[in-house]
């Protein structure tokens, strides 16, 4: 059947965990509550993965590991070379790449919907766990299995739990959700996208801001 490599339908995820977090978990959450306080009431909210309102609604107005922080230029330097390790293990050789990253707060029993990454240039995506209980992510089979007329219905999934200093890296086009957050326990979450070209659309740029930093 195969002449050269073949990797039928392999999803290639990267699970890991950062070993210094403890050292810098209090600082990380300080900072994504000031963008919380700052951003959430400065910009619009623009509906993303069920969410109306929050700072994942805003996610378009910046980049947060692009942040002079100094906890949140230790994360970015543990993510970056995580990413690196990956595009290794899956033999993808690029020195041009551009990555934008945001700060999920949920609160309340909020969930992010099923919905992927997927979008113009974008092909790499990972998640970092900042403070989480009892929650994990929900990771679905790429291929379209559903029955038709039952949207949430999926042939196969996956589900990783989520712990605190743990980073997920998977293809952008893998659709997943997340579970539930408890009654009054927040869930703090730092989303990444590394991508090929910074793209102009209005999920990126068009909104008037400027979010793509070089990877
Ligand atoms: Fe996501």
Known sequence: MVNGFNSFWA???RITQWKDFGDYSEKIISVVKEYDDTITSQTESVNIAGLEKGLTTKWYTYNFLQ???????KLREFIFSEVNTYLEEIGHNDPNLYYQSWANLLKNQEILNIHSHAG?????????????VESSTK???PLDR?????????ETEIEIKNIEGGLVIFPSFIEHCSTPTLENLERITIAFDILKEAPIDRFHNSFGQRVIDRF
């Open 11 to 13: 999803t290639p995820f």
């Open 67 to 73: 942040s002079n922080h100094p906890s949140i230029q």
């Open 120 to 132: 113009s240039y974008s092909y790499v995506s990972g998640v970092f766990f900042v403070k989480t």
């Open 139 to 141: 990771y679905f089979i």
């Open 146 to 154: 559903r029955i038709p007329g039952v949207e949430d219905f999926f």
